[in-house]
């Protein structure tokens, strides 16, 4: 039964490994702000590692070679907040002129 225990356990302990090693790639996609299409061949060139293990290095490359191109939609999500803002009366025309000349010169 001790023997079960312990193979189950290091059978957990590789698999534990295993998961770590994969998802490499992904967090460092993840933290350079690579995103769309790119990301989604990262994910799957790393999980394909699993069976084919130069997919793996390919993935890591491609992660830490490929450039974010994320399109900026946090500044339109701003500007739509504001409008909102304005247009529920709780800020005033010169304030909502003045945060957006700032939000569009960022």
């Not at 992904?26 to 293990?53: D, H, M, P, Q």
């Not at 793996?56 to 701003?78: E, M, N, R, Y």
């Amino acid at each position: 039964m001790l023997e079960v225990i312990v193979a189950f356990f290091i059978m957990f302990l590789i698999a534990a490994v295993a998961v770590a090693i994969i998802s490499i790639p992904i967090l460092i996609a993840n933290a350079r702000g690579i995103c769309g299409g790119e990301k989604t061949a990262i994910v799957l060139l790393s999980i394909l590692g699993v069976f084919f293990g130069i997919t793996w290095f390919v993935a890591l490359i491609l992660s830490l070679v490929w450039h974010a191109q994320c399109p900026a939609g946090d500044d339109l999500d701003k500007l739509e907040k504001l409008s909102k803002l304005y247009k529920d009366k709780v800020i005033t025309k010169s304030e909502y002129e003045r945060m957006k000349s700032k939000l569009l010169r960022e």
